[in-house]
């Protein structure tokens, strides 16, 4: 237990550290900025399309620490250690998992204040961005920790990682904007279960990459 609580904090302060805290909100915040200017100066339009870009900026920021999630640690032969002690693949995925949901989720959360500013988005739609996202973080760090243990063998692999979740987190787009549609109620119940799905699949499928790292 004392070790998963290590791999726990390691890998909270690899993602608070050395700057890495802010390279997602940065991320988020600057497509926040950029999109006004495609869209030009009308305020109506860049209301009704800016939520939904807020939830696009927020999974390409899930997924941009992805190269330091699981590699670092493989070729660092923590996980072997872990795996030598006895410790299930599906576990070190879930904390590696809880861990990402916390370090990149909070500042992101932060960052959605200014970020909904620059994209005309009111108070009622920004408290709905902000229950949307709580419910999602969870999911979109599964798929950021999947990706990052399927390409913890390739130089690159976060463009690649990137293209392989993007299927996955369709539904999360799809129902986390809907919530931002006055007449899609049971959107903010779609996107729970999607959420839970993945967060209860993530583990297992994060696990079995893992494994197959060592083979």
């Known amino acids: ?3 998963l609580i290590a791999l726990f904090w390691r890998d909270l302060r690899r993602a608070w550290g050395s700057g890495a805290l802010w390279l997602p909100v940065l991320f988020f915040l600057l497509v926040a900025t950029a999109f006004p200017f495609a869209v030009g100066p009308d305020a109506p339009l860049l209301a009704r399309t800016g939520g939904g870009m807020i939830w696009v900026a927020a999974l390409l920021a899930a997924l941009l620490p992805i190269d330091r999630l699981v590699r670092p640690d493989r070729e660092a032969g923590v996980l072997d250690q872990l795996a030598v002690r006895g410790f299930a693949d599906e576990v070190i995925a879930a904390i590696k998992i809880a861990a990402h949901a916390i370090g990149f989720g909070l ?4 960052a959605l ?18 229950t949307g996202l709580l419910i999602a973080i969870p999911a979109l760090a599964s798929l950021a920790v999947l990706s990052a243990a399927l390409t913890a063998n390739l130089k690159g ?3 690649i990682g990137g293209l392989l979740v993007l299927p996955l987190a ?3 787009l799809i129902f986390g904007a809907g919530m931002l549609d006055p007449s899609g109620r049971g959107a903010v119940k779609l996107l729970s279960a999607a959420s839970l799905l993945l967060t209860v699949i993530g583990p297992f ?8 790292l060592r083979e």
């Open 1 to 3: 237990m004392t070790a």
């Open 107 to 110: 500042p992101l959360l932060i």
């Open 113 to 130: 204040l200014p970020a909904a500013a620059l994209l005309a988005q009111d108070a009622a739609r920004v408290e709905t961005l902000a």
């Open 157 to 159: 692999g976060s463009a």
């Open 170 to 172: 369709v539904p999360l």
């Open 205 to 212: 499928a994060a696990g079995a990459a893992l494994r197959g």
